[in-house]
């Protein structure tokens, strides 16, 4: 379908065809594969817009009516719904940070490192919770001991 159904796009095949060749000194073989890809590249962005609008007119999901039950950082009992605190949208990390283990797993720390660098900014718009299965005492030792001061266990 060389317009996705709407009648005001542009046929994919007829935008790729104004492309300009990337490359100077491309064979004809060449330029013809590159513009039937990024035709089909163009075909599928206007796949993935149309699902994206497909997914945010889902009507609202089942609600949640677990009592799941966290530690914070101080040791208190959390239900989920504690965790977002004042906001209205929760982003949490589970890292693999076992009890049986030593250490936690390395590229989770990575990818918390970097997160921490963030995470003053990123808590200004959202909850920001980092879980694990090692006690929550065990896991702000171990921020404390990486430097990390902005992110939040539970």
Known sequence: ????????????AQLAEKAKTPFPGASAEYEAARKALLAEEIEFRRHMTRLVA??????PG???????RFKDEQGFDASLIDLFGD????VTYFWMYGPQRQRPCPMCTNWLGAVEGNAADIKQRVALKILGRSPVERQYAFAQERGWRDLNFG
């Open 1 to 12: 379908m060389a317009t996705n159904g709407d009648p005001n796009l542009t046929p994919a």
């Open 54 to 59: 497909q997914r945010q007119s889902l009507p």
């Open 62 to 68: 089942p609600v949640i009516t677990k009592d799941y």
């Open 87 to 90: 906001k209205d949208t929760l």
